[in-house]
């Protein structure tokens, strides 16, 4: 009896020591395949969770599903970067899906749309009706232990009267590494975001507006400076993303590009190393996400 009583004492001394995925898990960032629209989901190395846009109104569902069966019961976090129904579409799905603390997005002006169009009147019922919601805007942080999350655009709601010129762009730190995720942005945004002199640098880059040619410019991307380029995109779009000059303009930086329509879901590991290395990225793929 006395052995078990140690044996109990032992186990919960090394529970509290070391505390379950407690530097175990390393960052994970899904870039999950969609379709047409964006959904990228990030789990931090201690559990906490984040959704930064949701898919679509037919994908949305699918997206509630992907995070059910990797053991998500609750969001710590969803973020939609602009209202337009490729990224907040999936909203209708997942926020009854599973509970979710905080919800943000753009804060940009709806009202007019709200009075007008059906779907804006239910994201506004269903999303800023809520107590956990609010806007951000340039200089917000959410940090989830280790990781920040910086809001570099836009200065304050309706920048313009395009909704993706107005889009979130986040960029995430975890230690040594960073990853910017562009949202929609245009070349409106990134033109006042190169004026302004921030540091764009970044190990990986959520290429703006799916790789169309209004966004991703030469200066853009030599601010940044990624290694790896992420564009979401849907394989039967017809709008002809990405442009085939924003590919280029990536191959001639060699800049690795994956792309969610040729390689279904991207997920990557980013695992720290001693300060002032870089980090390890490691990459996998998984086409079974979005097959209908």
Known sequence: MNKLRVIILLLFSLFFLFPPFAQTQN??????DVGEGDAVFIQSPHGKT???DAGNLITGFRVGEYLKRNNVQRLDYLIFTHPHFDHIGGAFFVMQMMEVREVFDNGENLVDWVNSVDMYRWYNKLVRSKDNYRGLKTGDTIVLDEI?????????????????????????????????LAGDLTDKGENVLLNQGLDLKADVLKVGHHGAGDANSEEFLLAISPKIAIISVDKSNLLGYPSEEVLNRFRGNKVKIYRTDRDGDIILTVYLLKKGKSPKINIERHKSFNKS
């Open 50 to 52: 984040v959704l930064v």
């Open 148 to 180: 920040r999350l910086n809001v570099l655009w836009p200065q304050f709601p309706s920048v313009s009267l395009d909704f993706n010129a107005n889009s979130l762009v986040i960029m995430l730190e975890y230690g040594e590494f960073r990853c910017l």
């Open 27 to 32: 960052l994970k960032i899904h870039f999950l």
